[in-house]
Structures are given as structure tokens and as C-alpha cells.
């Protein structure tokens, strides 16, 4: 998905960029980048770091680099900040984005003028560019983002540098953050709230959807206001968030243990242990084990020194094979024991299954798999959770194809699959659980998880789950 860390500073601001930025590293595997504004103009790095961490590769440019303002990105796909020259100005972008028109887009660009776009080495059009090429289509740049802002199908928040201050425009369905913390002599803007405490900033404000605000060495000014409508993305609590991070008030890990809890009210099995898929399943299986008395363990310890998070092939193959090598198991836990796992979801399922038929190999007399969220029938629109070309590669339609013996399922055919309560739900998770060789299979309630979050359920994006918008 990606992540991103803005600093408006009445000194140089390189220290606090880098490390705010680099704390969102569990946010993308791909590319990081840093551009500042200082006395000599605008400066820019980016670096590919999937086999390396964000500081080794910056930490010459965080020594080089100097400015008063800068942003900084971690990207899971495209190379940005981008420094753009238009009619605007220069100025430097970096987006969290998911376009899913960029054709009709492209198009309406061309036939205003536009002359071309750089490809990407896969053949794609940098979404970043892109949104800068909508961007300047209008006059000036608040009509442009907010232009921007209406025009994409998909998700978009930005920040954007000029010589004046940082621009900072949340999606307008507030499906990713935007929040500004504050110190003496400088502001910050991020998307991980945690990211900038450290550094000695207070909490300022979170822009609600749709705002827009621009941050100078004078302040905070909001350029336009925020919608009534929200839906931010709930995965964000279960997966994507650092478990010191908060959206809307609402703690990632705090979250996490009331998940881990509604999942143990409803079970009925008694393993010897309860144990997390590292890293985002661990405070799940915390919540659970304390709501239900069963002690928590960890069977299997992830090898960080060299293998973060961070560090991931795109191939899917090979994702898969370093998963798997990045868990180190603790026998003595595992052999002869009954344990009950829980991960943050089932995608695909082929690393659950395969860490199953590593745990029987290894002497577990029963394994017991509680996703944290409920079964995901649908491919997600808004943000790149998945870049998966079809949602066959969903093991729920993949399995749902095969009880319903086609592949072009009806929408009201899907939302029965979608309902805890129908048989069809029923057929399709003790199908996926044969498929995948666990001993039981239940996953969390969409009400229940909703509720775990604490806020209205309104505003929620539940769209991978029950296809609404």
C-alpha cells in the first residue's frame, strides 16, 4: 500500500523525514524516497529497497540532503515523490492511491493536450504522475487536488510540496489517513500517528475526508473542509497498522485484543495453546487467549535480523518460500500439542496450509485456524491490498466456484457466501478448511469484528468482505 511522512521546519528538517519516514516501512516493499525544499531549491533520492531497509539505503542522502520542508514516501510500487514542473510551479508529490479509471483518465488527459506519460517498467503508468497530470489541469493547485480528489475511481491522499508549505489532501472517503502533529519549531504530516512521537511532535489534528490543508512554517490552514461521508478501510486495524498506530481514535492493538476476544466467545474448542502468525496475528491470539483462559504461546518465532517484513519478492512463488523461511518453530511447543492459530486472513491460503502441514509434520496432534476477519469474497477496489489479476485467487471463490460448479456466480448467489448464518457460508468454510487440511475452521464475524473497532459501522469500508459500498 504504502506510507508517507511530511516535515514543515524552521531549521533543517533531514532528521526528523528520515525516521519519521523510515517508521513506515511495514507499509511497502518496493521503493523509498525523500525530497526536501531548502535555500539551494528542491533535492530528491529514491532507492529500490527490497532486499535492503529504507535507512541503509538513505542514510548517505539523510547526511547530503538539507531543507526547511520535505516529504518522504514508502512505496509498494511506483518510484516517488516525483518533482513536477508545470504552470503551477515546481513542486514535489507523493500519493497513497488505487485508480482504477486510469484508461478513461489517460484519454481525457490526451485529448486536453497532454503529450505523453513515462511507463513504468512493467508497462504501467505511474499513478503518481498521473495524479499530478490531473492536477494540473486546473488553474491553481487546490482546485487541481481537489479535482483530483473527485475524479479518481479508487482511492487517493496526497501530500504535495511547493515553495509555500505542504499540501496535505486525505481520499475523500477517508479510506487511508492523514494526521498532523505539532512541536516548537516545526509541524509533521503522516499516515502512522506513532511515527512522529518519537521524534518529539504532539498530536495536532486528523483531517477528516475530503480536506484539504496546506502546513507552513506559520501554521495549519484548511483550504476545504471535510465530507460527512467516510469509509475507512478496516483492514487497517486488522493488518496494515503498526500495533502502536491509531486511526480515528481507535488503537491497532487494542483493537486487535478485542478481536482476538470475540473470537474466543464464540469457540468451542479446547487446545493446550493459542498462538499468532506473526506479526499481525500475535496480538489476535493475546486478545484471545486472555478472554478465554487458554494460554498463549509462540510456536513459531519470526527471523528479523535479516528477513523484516519489508524484504519480500514480488513473485508470488517466492513469496511464499521466504514466508515460510522466515518462521522459525519451537518444537517443544509444537509436538504433541493441540493448537489454535490465528492469522490476520486467508487470501490465497497457501502459506497457512503449508505452515499446517509444517506443524503436523512436526508433531502437532491438532491445529485449529481462527482468521481474525471474515472469509474475503471480494477483491479489494480502494486499496492495493492484493494485486492479484483475478478474484479467483481468492480461495473463497475459488472454492465457491466449485460448489456452485461455475465461475459466474450472481451477486445474490455471493452474498449468501457472505452470510454466517446461511448454509452456503457453512459448505464454503468447511470446504476451504478440508482444502487446506485444519483440524477446525471459523472465522471472526463481520459484526463482531466491526464491533471490535468501536466505531459506526457507516463508516466503515467492508467492501472485501460483504461487496458493499
Not at 16 to 42: N, P, Q, W
Request: glycine share 8%.
Amino acid at each position: 500500500m504504502g506510507g508517507f511522512f511530511g516535515v514543515v521546519a524552521k531549521e533543517d528538517c533531514m532528521f526528523d523525514l528520515f525516521f519519521g519516514t523510515d517508521y513506515h516501512s511495514h507499509l511497502g516493499t518496493r521503493r523509498g524516497g525523500m525530497a526536501v525544499y531548502g535555500e539551494k531549491g528542491f533535492d530528491r533520492s529514491i532507492h529500490n529497497i527490497e532486499n535492503a531497509p529504507f535507512r541503509t539505503k538513505f542514510d548517505k542522502d539523510m547526511r547530503e540532503m538539507h531543507g526547511y520542508m520535505g516529504i518522504g514516501c514508502i512505496s509498494d510500487y511506483e518510484p516517488q515523490p516525483l518533482i513536477v514542473r508545470s504552470h503551477h510551479g515546481t513542486y514535489a508529490i507523493t500519493t497513497v492511491s488505487k485508480i482504477n479509471n486510469t484508461d478513461e483518465i489517460v484519454n481525457t488527459i490526451f485529448n486536453h493536450g497532454n503529450s505523453h506519460f513515462l511507463e513504468m517498467s512493467g508497462g504501467d503508468i505511474n499513478p503518481t504522475e498521473l495524479i499530478a497530470a490531473i492536477i494540473n489541469q486546473k488553474e491553481n493547485i487546490i482546485d487541481g487536488i481537489h479535482y483530483a480528489l473527485e475524479l479518481i475511481d479508487g482511492s487517493l491522499t496526497i501530500l504535495l510540496m511547493t515553495p509555500k508549505g505542504i499540501y496535505a489532501a486525505r481520499d475523500k472517503y477517508g479510506r487511508t489517513p492523514v494526521i498532523i502533529g505539532k512541536k516548537e519549531d516545526a509541524w509533521c504530516l503522516t499516515f502512522e500517528d506513532f511515527a512522529y512521537r518519537n521524534l518529539g511532535y504532539e498530536d495536532y489534528k486528523e483531517l477528516g475526508p475530503g480536506e484539504i490543508d496546506i502546513v507552513t512554517q506559520e501554521g495549519v490552514k484548511t483550504l476545504v473542509p471535510p465530507g460527512d461521508k467516510m469509509k475507512i478501510c478496516t483492514f487497517l486495524w486488522v493488518y496494515y497498522g503498526y500495533p502502536s498506530s491509531s486511526y480515528e481514535g481507535v488503537s491497532v492493538e487494542q483493537m486487535r485484543y478485542n478481536c482476538g476476544a470475540s473470537l474466543a466467545k464464540r469457540d468451542n474448542v479446547k487446545p493446550d495453546i493459542v498462538a499468532g502468525v506473526p506479526d499481525s496475528g500475535t496480538a489476535h491470539a493475546v486478545g484471545y487467549s486472555n478472554a478465554s483462559g487458554i494460554p498463549f504461546s509462540r510456536p513459531f518465532i519470526k527471523y528479523t535480523p535479516t528477513w523484516p517484513r519489508s524484504f519480500m519478492p514480488t513473485i508470488q512463488s517466492k513469496r511464499n518460500l521466504i514466508a515460510k523461511m522466515k518462521l522459525l518453530a519451537v518444537h517443544d511447543l509444537i509436538k504433541d500439542k493441540s493448537l489454535l492459530l490465528i492469522d490476520d486472513s486467508i487470501v490465497r491460503g497457501t502459506q497457512l496450509r503449508e505452515t499446517t502441514e509444517f506443524l503436523y509434520q512436526s508433531g502437532a496432534k491438532e491445529v485449529h485456524i481462527r482468521p481474525a476477519c471474515p472469509p474475503l469474497v471480494y477483491g479489494c477496489k480502494y486499496l492495493n491490498f492484493s494485486r492479484s489479476s483475478s478474484e479467483m485467487d481468492l480461495i473463497t471463490r475459488r472454492v465457491i466456484a466449485k460448489l456452485e460448479g461455475t465461475e459466474d456466480v450472481s451477486e445474490e448467489v455471493l452474498q449468501q457466501y457472505t452470510d454466517p448464518e446461511s448454509p452456503k457460508y457453512d459448505q464454503m468454510v468447511e470446504e476451504i478448511r478440508k482444502e487446506l487440511n485444519f483440524t477446525t475452521l471459523r472465522y471472526n464475524r463481520l459484526d463482531d469484528m466491526l464491533a471490535a473497532v468501536g466505531l459506526p459501522e457507516d463508516k466503515l469500508c467492508t467492501y472485501c468482505w460483504n461487496g458493499k459500498e
